[in-house]
C-alpha cells in the first residue's frame, strides 16, 4: 500500500509500514525549531503526565481550537 506524507506543501509518495492497525491514522509530520524555554516545557509536561511530546504537542493544537 503506498501512503502519502505532506510535509511543507510537498507530497511525498511512501510506502507504507508494517505496525499496529489504529483508528486514526497519523498523515503529516511537523517539524518545530524550540527554545530552550520552551523545550524544557514540553519535556517536563511529558515526563509529569506520562504521554509523548508528539501527542503533547497534538493535545496543544487541539486547545487552538476551542473556544
Do not use: H, W
Not at 4 to 15: A, I, L, N
Amino acid at each position: 500500500m503506498i501512503q502519502f506524507m505532506y510535509y511543507e506543501s510537498v507530497v511525498v509518495k511512501v510506502k507504507k509500514k508494517m505496525g499496529r492497525p489504529t483508528d486514526n491514522p497519523k498523515v503529516r509530520c511537523v517539524q518545530a525549531k524550540l527554545d530552550e524555554d520552551t523545550s524544557a516545557i514540553l519535556i517536563s509536561y511529558c515526563k509529569d503526565t506520562g504521554v509523548t511530546e508528539s501527542e503533547a504537542i497534538r493535545k496543544a493544537i487541539r486547545k487552538l481550537n476551542e473556544k
